[in-house]
C-alpha cells in the first residue's frame, strides 16, 4: 500500500529527495512517516508527519530534513539538504491507521565523502 522511490548516490553536503506513494487517500491516515536503517544498525525514526499536521523530527535530520505532503497526489515527500556520509541508509516510508503499521519497501539513498 506504500512504495518509496527517489533514492539514488549524492556527494555529502547535497540534497536528494525521496517520496512515497500511498494507496487510498493520505488523509485516511493517522500519520505518514520516514524511518531509515543503516547497514548493521536498528530501523530509526527520521521524521514523521500527523493527518493534524503536527510534524516531528529525529535531533540528527533537524534543520536539515523537511516532510511534506500532496494530498492530491497521495504523495509524502522527504527533502533532505547537506547530506552527511552518516545519512546513508535505506530509507522506508510507514502509515499507520487505528493503530496498525503498514510498511513500502525502502530506497537505498548514499551519500558519499
Known amino acids: 500500500q506504500l512504495q518509496a522511490f527517489g533514492g539514488g548516490l549524492v556527494q555529502a553536503g547535497g540534497s536528494l529527495r525521496v517520496s512515497c506513494v500511498t494507496s487510498?487517500?493520505?488523509?485516511?491516515?493517522?500519520?505518514v512517516a520516514w524511518y531509515r536503517q543503516a547497514a548493521g544498525k536498528q530501523r530509526e525514526l527520521v521524521t514523521r508527519?500527523?493527518?493534524?499536521?503536527?510534524?516531528a523530527y529525529a535531533d540528527a535530520v533537524k534543520g536539515r530534513f523537511t516532510i511534506s505532503r500532496d494530498n492530491a497526489k497521495n504523495m509524502v515527500y522527504l527533502q533532505m539538504n547537506s547530506l552527511k556520509p552518516e545519512d546513508t541508509a535505506i530509507y522506508y516510508c510507514?502509515?499507520?491507521?487505528?493503530?496498525?503499521?503498514?510498511w513500502g519497501k525502502g530506497t537505498q539513498v548514499t551519500v558519499s565523502s
Open positions: 508527519i500527523a493527518r493534524t499536521d503536527t510534524i
Open positions: 487510498g487517500s493520505i488523509a485516511s491516515w493517522d500519520a
Open positions: 510507514k502509515a499507520d491507521r487505528f493503530g496498525r503499521d503498514y
